[in-house]
């Protein structure tokens, strides 16, 4: 969280690792009073970096380090035992300031969004099709890691649209093979066990790195789409800016991978 340190809850956190008994009532009443004014003014500035975050080209690695250090903000608070109302509100606003900066925060089920990945000369296709149906393959995924997001190994995938769960037509606890018949998806009888009725379930039976979804692409739309190959970026903004799709990304999903 090195880009939000001037925000971090110091002054709280130093406060939790004293050793109060050492402080006369008078001495901890004053010390307390004066972190509770720093702390304002640290959420307070956080609240107006929120307010900066570009939600039409929207860092998820940034929300994720935010929500976890207002987390750290409650934790601390609800330890030392605070209950200055003032600076309660300023970290519920800064919440709610977050998830409407946050494009997809909407269409989030459980934390989990779908995630149809290929390169944009077949996502153009899809948004621009004319055929009644299009059914296509999505990752349930909750975009924190590298991992979440399906990635083909001889298919350039550059980014990803984002799909609410509720637009799944057909729920499955692991990637499955499949081919289209007439806009429509076809499952291999191999992979029949692995259905199931719903993101909950197919979570509950996970058995591979993924849990997948179908949709029908020529209905549902997508709420943003997602910079998967770092490479592709500014295509994928200027595909964006052409659909009028707002863009996400998690920098983590650049980073390269790590082998000993």
């Not at 860092?59 to 380090?65: G, I, K, N, P």
């Not at 993924?210 to 910079?227: F, H, N, Q, S, T």
Request: proline share 3%.
């Amino acid at each position: 969280m090195e880009r939000f340190e001037q925000h971090q809850p110091k002054s709280l956190l130093e406060l939790s690792e004293l050793e109060i008994d050492q402080l006369s009532p008078a001495e901890l009443a004053e010390l307390t009073e004066l972190v509770i004014l720093e702390s304002k003014e640290a959420v307070s500035s956080l609240c107006q970096e929120i307010l900066e975050m570009d939600e039409r080209n929207f860092s998820l690695d940034a929300f994720y380090e935010l929500q976890e250090l207002l987390d750290e903000y409650d934790e601390l608070i609800k330890k030392l035992k605070i209950e200055d109302g003032v600076l309660l509100s300023l970290i519920k606003n800064a919440r709610q300031l977050l998830l409407e900066k946050n494009p997809i925060s909407e269409i989030a089920q459980a934390n989990y969004i779908l995630v149809h990945s290929s390169d944009l000369i077949s996502l153009r296709n899809l948004l621009t099709s004319q055929n009644e149906t299009a059914e296509v393959c999505a990752t349930a995924s909750s975009l924190r890691k590298k991992n979440d997001i399906f990635r083909s190994k001889t298919k350039s995938i550059e980014a990803g649209f984002i799909y609410n769960p509720q637009q799944a037509v057909a729920w499955f606890s692991k990637d499955v093979g499949s081919h289209t018949s007439r806009g429509k998806r076809v499952l291999e009888k191999r992979f029949q066990e692995f259905a199931t009725s719903s993101l909950d379930e197919a979570l509950e039976k996970q058995s591979g790195p993924r849990v997948e979804a179908w949709l029908d692409g020529a209905k549902a739309k997508p709420g943003a789409i997602l910079i998967i190959d770092e490479e592709a970026k500014e295509n994928v903004l200027r595909f964006a800016q052409e659909f009028n799709l707002p863009v996400i990304y998690n920098s983590h999903f650049f980073e390269e991978e790590i082998t000993n």
